[in-house]
């Protein structure tokens, strides 16, 4: 497929050489969409679309995104070979000219695998001195011009703030800012179901719609913004929109004289475009936070953590956690799960791995400076800064077997230590919220409410022969050579379980164990669970006496016997 693409790119290129921008973008776009299109139809024909998720399960990339997105990147680099390329699925060029051509090779990919027609290719131009091709696009100088083609309607729309907009080279009614109110026309958006949990954007975009006469979600941003430009829909709405997903709408807009820009209201980037009078409105509405008594998160009772410096990050954690079970539970139990063995002989599932992606899409949409740390794609812990670290199944081998012990554990590192720690066990329907030097809860799962919520504290048990131990295996510690420590330990206590991972040290912080320890663990394994633990009150150690969970083993208990269990267990008691 690779060969044929780059042979349908050069003889592509050898037809236009000499072109300018405005038919080489209409060009591109109605081609690399016809590609696209061809491959779904021959696809499906043989029974079906490779198909990957990213972000979500709605959030999807198939082998036609990459293949027309090879496509455009090598007809560019033989056209313009001095200008800079991005786009969605990876290809990347630094530019000489100062220029970067920004490509969606399929937007709206989740209808395009469903076989609906609502979806296009689209591309961008812009220019800037920002370094780096990626953030010219995010923040260009100047937006030259943006080029859309719906293969299914055989359209294509060609514009930019200084190039009129055509549709299929026919100019298009201008856009006049004084005939047009919210309250007659349709608005056309996008609110993931992810996003309807998250008060902020909930109740902005809610407000937003409220001004309208209609509303349409139908999938795919630059068809819907290309139809703002035809006058098919009134304005449009988005939060969070990427560069591809914005910049060939946002020509086509600005193309007939409407206005599309950018609203940062209440630590949220919304992209709004339409008629310039019906713009202003919703930034009015936007900037002053209003919202319907329904659904203001001002009218229920404050949870916890609300007035903690990390409260936000807590609930976003919960968002995440959120995200991670919708995965994880409908594959549990299911026939269909992959699972395969990683160099270290542990397993892997498609779960873990659709988890983490999930994720870390998630997060690079919400907060994209924060660091991302996660087990199955790696990352190294850094000690200045925000950081997220991500266990995405916790008791792989515990969920592989259908055993409902295992967990996604989310944690915010700040300077390097863990702050905010969520753990979610939804087979057992239980979840755990922890903030350093704070507090600690437990609640059942689903949304977190004040009155669900059960508020954690340790054990008050002071002496080894009335503690409760849970352990994970024993072959560790004989490979430490701590195997008679610890059994000695074990023999002396009132109680032995094998609990096992994340629940162990979650029964530490309720006080239901008083001592949990492994001798060889990471730290996706821990950063949750240290914000569990002393949250309510315990003590959190490397065998050695580190804090927190940098040590590469683990001690924790309710403090008051820590230093008797850490002094046994390394043999110096």
């Known amino acids: 497929m690779t060969e044929m693409v780059s042979a349908l790119a050069k003889t592509f290129a ?24 061809r491959l779904r139809e021959g696809k499906q024909a043989r029974g079906g679309l490779a198909t990957k998720y990213k972000t979500s399960v709605s959030d999807v990339v198939t082998e036609a995104d990459r293949t027309a997105e090879q496509f455009v990147a090598e007809v560019l680099e033989l056209l313009r070979p001095d200008d800079g390329v991005v786009g969605e699925e990876g290809a990347s060029r630094p530019s000489k000219s100062g220029r970067v051509w920004v490509i969606d090779p399929v937007d709206g990919t989740y209808n395009f695998t469903r076989g609906s027609d609502y979806w296009c290719s689209a591309i961008a131009l ?30 294509t729309w060609i514009g930019g703030p200084s190039i009129p907009t055509t549709l299929d080279d026919k100019p298009l009614p201008r856009l006049e800012a004084t005939t047009h109110s919210a309250d007659h026309e349709c608005l056309g958006t996008y609110l993931h179901p992810t996003f309807m949990k998250q008060p902020e954007i909930r109740s902005a975009w809610m407000a937003v719609v409220e001004e309208f006469a209609s509303v349409r979600m139908l999938g795919s941003g630059s068809v819907d913004l290309a139809s703002v430009a035809h006058g098919e829909l009134g304005a449009w709405i988005q939060h969070s929109v990427k560069s591809w997903d914005w910049l060939p709408g946002k020509a086509l807009v600005e193309g007939v004289g409407g206005t599309a820009r950018r609203v940062d209201a209440r630590g949220v980037t919304w992209s709004i475009a339409g008629p310039e009078g019906v713009v202003d409105t919703i930034e009015q509405v936007l900037r002053a936070g209003r919202a319907s008594s329904s659904t203001s998160s001002s009218t229920s009772t404050p949870l916890p953590w609300a007035s903690s410096a990390y409260g936000d990050d807590v609930d976003r954690a919960l968002r995440l956690a959120d995200a991670a079970d919708a995965i994880t539970m409908k594959r549990f139990l299911s026939s269909e799960l992959q699972v395969s063995a990683k160099p270290d002989m542990t397993p892997v599932s498609d779960a873990d791995l659709d988890t983490e992606r999930a994720l870390r899409g998630l997060l690079s949409t919400e907060c994209p400076d924060d660091e991302v740390l996660g087990e199955e794609f790696g990352g190294e812990p850094v000690l200045s800064g925000r950081q997220w670290v991500i266990d995405p199944i916790d008791g792989t081998k515990n969920y592989v077997r259908g055993v409902p012990v295992w967990a996604t554990l989310i944690s915010l ?33 689903g949304t977190a409410s004040s009155s669900a919520l059960r508020k954690l504290s340790v054990s008050t048990v002071s002496d080894v022969g009335d503690s409760s131990i849970s352990m994970s295996s024993l072959g560790g510690w004989k490979d430490r ?93």
Not at 420 to 426: K, T
Not at 548 to 562: E, M, R, S, V
Request: glycine share 14%.
């Open 481 to 573: 050579g701590l195997r008679d420590a610890f059994i000695s330990l074990t023999d002396d206590a009132w109680r032995l379980r094998g609990f096992g991972d994340f629940y162990s040290y979650c029964l530490v912080a309720e006080g239901a164990v008083d001592i949990a320890a492994e001798p060889e663990v990471s730290l996706w394994d821990l950063a949750a669970l240290v914000p569990v633990v002393e949250g309510a009150g315990g003590t959190f150690t490397s065998l050695a006496g580190e804090r927190g969970p940098h040590g590469g083993d683990a001690l924790a208990t309710n403090g008051l016997l820590h230093e008797t269990v850490r002094r046994r267990l390394t043999d110096q008691g």
């Open 126 to 155: 812009v220019e800037g001195s920002d370094g780096s091709p990626e953030a010219v696009a995010k923040n260009p100088d100047r937006l030259i011009l943006g080029a859309v083609h719906r293969p299914a309607m055989g359209y």
């Open 14 to 37: 050898i037809a236009r050489e000499g072109v300018d921008d405005q038919r080489l973008a209409r060009d591109i776009v109605y081609n690399a969409g016809r590609l696209a299109w």
């Open 413 to 445: 590192m700040v300077d390097g230590y863990p702050q905010v720690g969520v753990v979610s066990a939804p087979a057992l329907g239980r979840r755990w919220i922890g903030i350093t030097g704070e507090a600690a809860w437990a609640l059942g799962n």
